[in-house]
């Protein structure tokens, strides 16, 4: 009897130490899943932020220093202009006091040869005899006292008739009418025009008897006297147009 309490006692030992053994083996699953997760944590974190960084690049615009692209009428100023300077230039003034004076017109051959002895801008009025609009700026436009002082003045004033059938010698090359339809046009006035034959347009010559700009559509006075200045100062080179006619605008106050 003895011995069989003996047996029973160490059986259940042994089956108590095997239990706890059991227990202890199977603790040991669950680092792993642990390591997983941190590791998966670890991976995202640099990758999210390398993604955000991307982005801002991508989505930060470039500012460009000056808008391309201005005409008058639309507005003046083809060329882009790559300051803007902190002073305005002063515009000419412009007397009042001769309410009378008028455009000293003349043609283009009068121009060239007035050139070879003072060098001026030339300033083109391209219409035709059946230009309704052209009329107009005849008996407005041009009839105010500062623009025709400013362009007598400052260029060589000329009226050109783009249906005229006179030849004509300008740099260095001879232009003539051509017969269209029941009309026709001067070479010269379609390469002036850069081929857009629209009237009133006026055109805008440097010293050299290059095209700085045409300017097609009706004008009023007081915009003209505006661009006037803004191409008679030079100022095309380096002011947008808008920022001129503003300071202009500001200045005749």
């Given at each position: 009897?003895?011995?069989?309490?003996?047996?029973?006692?160490?059986?259940?030992?042994?089956?108590?130490?095997?239990?706890?053994?059991?227990?202890r083996s199977g603790s040991k699953s669950s680092p792993p899943t642990r390591t997983t997760t941190t590791k998966t944590r670890t991976e995202l974190t640099p990758k999210a932020g390398l993604d955000a960084s991307a982005k801002s690049r991508t989505e930060t615009p470039n500012t460009p220093t000056q808008r391309t692209t201005t005409r008058p009428a639309q507005a003046p100023g083809t060329t882009t202009?790559?300051?803007?300077?902190?002073?305005?230039?002063?515009?000419?003034?412009?007397?009042?006091?001769d309410p009378a004076v008028e455009i000293e017109?003349?043609?283009?051959?009068?121009?060239?040869?007035?050139?070879?002895?003072?060098?001026?801008?030339?300033?083109?009025?391209?219409f035709t005899e059946w230009c309704g609009w052209c009329?107009?700026?005849?008996?407005?436009?041009?009839?105010?006292?500062?623009?025709?002082?400013?362009?007598?003045?400052?260029?060589?004033?000329?009226?050109?008739d783009a249906e005229q059938q006179d030849e004509i010698s300008f740099n260095n090359k001879t232009y003539r009418f051509r017969k269209?339809?029941?009309?026709?046009?001067?070479?010269?006035?379609?390469?002036?025009?850069?081929?857009?034959?629209?009237?009133?347009?006026?055109?805008?010559?440097?010293?050299?008897?290059?095209?700085?700009?045409?300017?097609?559509?009706?004008?009023e006075a007081q915009k003209l006297e505006t661009i006037l200045n803004y191409f008679g100062t030079d100022s095309h080179k380096t002011t947008p147009w808008e920022t001129y006619e503003r300071k202009f605008s500001e200045n005749q106050r």
């Open positions: 009897m003895r011995k069989l309490l003996i047996l029973l006692l160490i059986a259940g030992t042994s089956a108590a130490l095997s239990a706890q053994n059991t227990q202009p790559k300051t803007v300077p902190s002073q305005m230039p002063d515009a000419p003034q412009l007397k009042q006091d017109w003349m043609t283009i051959e009068e121009a060239l040869e007035r050139s070879k002895t003072e060098k001026r801008k030339i300033f083109i009025d391209v009329k107009r700026m005849d008996q407005s436009t041009f009839v105010d006292p500062s623009v025709a002082q400013y362009l007598n003045e400052n260029y060589y004033p000329v009226k050109f269209n339809g029941a009309r026709g046009y001067h070479e010269l006035a379609a390469e002036l025009l850069n081929n857009r034959l629209s009237f009133p347009t006026v055109v805008f010559l440097d010293e050299n008897m290059h095209v700085i700009q045409p300017i097609p559509g009706y004008l």
